[in-house]
C-alpha cells in the first residue's frame, strides 16, 4: 500500500458503508464488479433511504395536508417531519424557508421567475443587471438567459482561469450598482473547483445584489451552513446526496420568500381563490404548488439521517483524501490532462479529464468494458470545454463509499484505453 492510500485509512469504514448500499455488489460484462465514479451525476441510495420508501408506500401512501384521516396525518407528519430534518442539516433559521422542487434546476428557474415578476426592489428589468459565471452547470445559465430575454437586462458572467479557477480580477466591473441577482456554483461539477464565497457576497452586498449559490455539489459533501453562507437563496437537489431522484430544494431568506411572488399556482399554495382573483398561502406552501413529491421528499429525510449519522466533516475528509490520492495517480498517466485545480486544496470530488487525442465517450466504453462507470460529454457544462478548446471531458467523480482501490482500477483502467488505442 502506498504512502497515500496508508493515509485514508481510518477516515471513513469505507467497507461497512459499501455495504449499505447494493447496487456497488453489482457486476455487469461477464461477471466484472462495477466500480462506480459517477456521483457527481447521481449518488447510489442506501438501503435506509429504500426502505424508508417502501415504507411509505407500503403503510403511509396519502396526499398530504388535506386529510383528516390517520394515514393522510401520517403522510403529512413524515413530509413535514423531512422539511425539519432538512431545515437542522442547513442550518436554516426558519423550517419555512426550505421549500421542496423536484431538482436544483427547478430551483433555480424558481429564483429567476420570482424575480421576474416581483415589484421593486427586487424586479430585474431592462436597467438591470444578471450575474454569473463561465463555469455554472447549465441549470444555473439557461434560467438567466431567458430571463434576460424576457426582461432586457443584461447578462455578464465571470471568465475562467487557465488553472480553473474563477477570475476575479474584474469583480468591480462585473457588479455594479445595476446588478440585481449574481449566481453561481459553490463547487462546480466539471472542474471540482471550490468558490470563494465569501469575495464574490462581499462585492454583492456592497451593491445591493441578491446572491444565489448552486450548492448542488456541495450539500453531498460538505457541511452546508446557509446563515455561515450569507447567501439570499441556495439549491440544491436530493439524488446527489444518497436521496432518490425527483426531490430539490430552495432555501431563501424568509423576508425575501415573504415578499416574492409565487412560480407556479394551483392547489395548496392558495389561501383563497375566487373566479377575480387569489390570496396566496405563507411560504413555503405558497412555492409549492400542488400534489408536492411527497415519497421524494420522506426518501431525503432518510438520506439527510443517513449522512448526518456518519458526519458530513468526516465524509469531507474522507473525499478530500480521495481526492488527493486519485489526482496523485492520474497525474502519472502518460498523456492525462486535468482539466480544472490540480491539488485538492480548495476542490470538489469531480476530476474531469482528457487523455491524448482519445475522444472522451472512447474512453468510457472502453472503462465500461471494465465495469468502470464514469461520465463523458460536456457535462451540462458546455462554455467550460469552449473555454478549455475541447470536444468534451471523461469525468472521474466520488463519493463516502468510494476507495483507493476504485481509483487504482481507474488508472488501471485507463493503462488498458491506451493500449487499447494504440
Known amino acids: 500500500m502506498t504512502d497515500a492510500r496508508q493515509g485514508l485509512s481510518g477516515l471513513l469504514d469505507t467497507e461497512a458503508i459499501r455495504k449499505d448500499f447494493p447496487l456497488l455488489d453489482r457486476t455487469v460484462h461477464d461477471g466484472k464488479k462495477v466500480v462506480y465514479l459517477d456521483s457527481a451525476a447521481t449518488s447510489q441510495k442506501p438501503r435506509q433511504v429504500l426502505d424508508a420508501l417502501n415504507t411509505y408506500y407500503e403503510r403511509h401512501n396519502a396526499n398530504v395536508h388535506r386529510g383528516v384521516y390517520t394515514i393522510a396525518e401520517e403522510a403529512t407528519a413524515l413530509y413535514e417531519g423531512a422539511r425539519d430534518k432538512v431545515a437542522a442539516f442547513i442550518n436554516a433559521p426558519s423550517r419555512d424557508e426550505v421549500i421542496f422542487t423536484k431538482n436544483a434546476s427547478e430551483s433555480l428557474n424558481l429564483v429567476a421567475n420570482m424575480l421576474g415578476w416581483a415589484d421593486e426592489p427586487y424586479r430585474v428589468d431592462r436597467d438591470t443587471e444578471i450575474v454569473t459565471t463561465e463555469m455554472e452547470h447549465h441549470s444555473n445559465i439557461v434560467p438567466w438567459q431567458l430571463l434576460a430575454q424576457r426582461t432586457g437586462a443584461k447578462l455578464k458572467w465571470f471568465g475562467i482561469t487557465d488553472d480553473g479557477r474563477l477570475d476575479l480580477s474584474n469583480i468591480d466591473e462585473i457588479i455594479t450598482e445595476k446588478t440585481k441577482i449574481v449566481s453561481f456554483t459553490l463547487v462546480s461539477n466539471i472542474l471540482g473547483t471550490v468558490n470563494p464565497v465569501e469575495q464574490i457576497i462581499r462585492r454583492?452586498?456592497?451593491?445591493?445584489?441578491?446572491?444565489?449559490?448552486?450548492?448542488?455539489?456541495?450539500?453531498?459533501?460538505?457541511?452546508?451552513?446557509?446563515?455561515?453562507?450569507?447567501?439570499?437563496?441556495?439549491?440544491?437537489?436530493?439524488?446527489?446526496?444518497?436521496?432518490?431522484?425527483?426531490?430539490?430544494?430552495?432555501?431563501?431568506?424568509?423576508?425575501?420568500?415573504?415578499?416574492?411572488?409565487?412560480?407556479?399556482?394551483?392547489?395548496?399554495?392558495?389561501?383563497?381563490?375566487?373566479?377575480?382573483?387569489?390570496?396566496?398561502?405563507?411560504?413555503?406552501?405558497?412555492?409549492?404548488?400542488?400534489?408536492?413529491?411527497?415519497?421524494?421528499?420522506?426518501?431525503?429525510?432518510?438520506?439527510?439521517?443517513?449522512?448526518?449519522?456518519?458526519?458530513?466533516?468526516?465524509?469531507?475528509?474522507?473525499?478530500?483524501?480521495?481526492?488527493?490520492?486519485?489526482?496523485?495517480?492520474?497525474?502519472?498517466?502518460?498523456?492525462?490532462?486535468?482539466?480544472?485545480?490540480?491539488?485538492?486544496?480548495?476542490?470538489?470530488?469531480?476530476?474531469?479529464?482528457?487523455?491524448?487525442?482519445?475522444?472522451?465517450?472512447?474512453?468510457?466504453?472502453?472503462?465500461?468494458?471494465?465495469?468502470?462507470?464514469?461520465?463523458?460529454?460536456?457535462?451540462?457544462?458546455?462554455?467550460?470545454?469552449?473555454?478549455?478548446?475541447?470536444?468534451?471531458?471523461?469525468?472521474?467523480?466520488?463519493?463516502?463509499?468510494?476507495?483507493?482501490?476504485?481509483?487504482?482500477?481507474?488508472?488501471?483502467?485507463?493503462?488498458?484505453?491506451?493500449?487499447?488505442?494504440?
Request: include cysteine.
Open 204 to 422: 454583492a452586498q456592497q451593491v445591493g445584489a441578491l446572491v444565489c449559490i448552486d450548492a448542488s455539489q456541495a450539500a453531498p459533501h460538505m457541511v452546508l451552513d446557509v446563515q455561515a453562507l450569507q447567501a439570499d437563496f441556495v439549491a440544491f437537489t436530493g439524488h446527489k446526496m444518497v436521496g432518490p431522484t425527483g426531490i430539490g430544494v430552495l432555501w431563501g431568506r424568509q423576508e425575501l420568500l415573504e415578499d416574492l411572488p409565487p412560480f407556479l399556482g394551483g392547489g395548496e399554495m392558495i389561501e383563497t381563490v375566487s373566479m377575480h382573483s387569489s390570496t396566496y398561502a405563507p411560504a413555503p406552501h405558497k412555492f409549492e404548488a400542488g400534489t408536492p413529491p411527497i415519497a421524494q421528499a420522506v426518501g431525503l429525510g432518510a438520506a439527510v439521517d443517513y449522512l448526518t449519522s456518519i458526519g458530513m466533516e468526516k465524509i469531507h475528509q474522507h473525499e478530500k483524501a480521495i481526492t488527493e490520492y486519485a489526482l496523485k495517480r492520474l497525474l502519472e498517466v502518460p498523456d492525462l490532462r486535468i482539466i480544472g485545480p490540480t491539488t485538492a486544496e480548495d476542490r470538489g470530488a469531480a476530476i474531469s479529464f482528457t487523455l491524448g487525442d482519445i475522444h472522451p465517450h472512447d474512453v468510457g466504453q472502453v472503462l465500461d468494458e471494465q465495469g468502470i462507470a464514469v461520465r463523458v460529454g460536456h457535462h451540462c457544462a458546455r462554455p467550460v470545454c469552449l473555454r478549455y478548446g475541447i470536444p468534451a471531458t471523461t469525468r472521474a467523480s466520488f463519493y463516502l463509499y468510494s476507495t483507493p482501490a476504485e481509483v487504482d482500477a481507474l488508472v488501471d483502467g485507463l493503462e488498458h484505453v491506451r493500449n487499447f488505442f494504440g
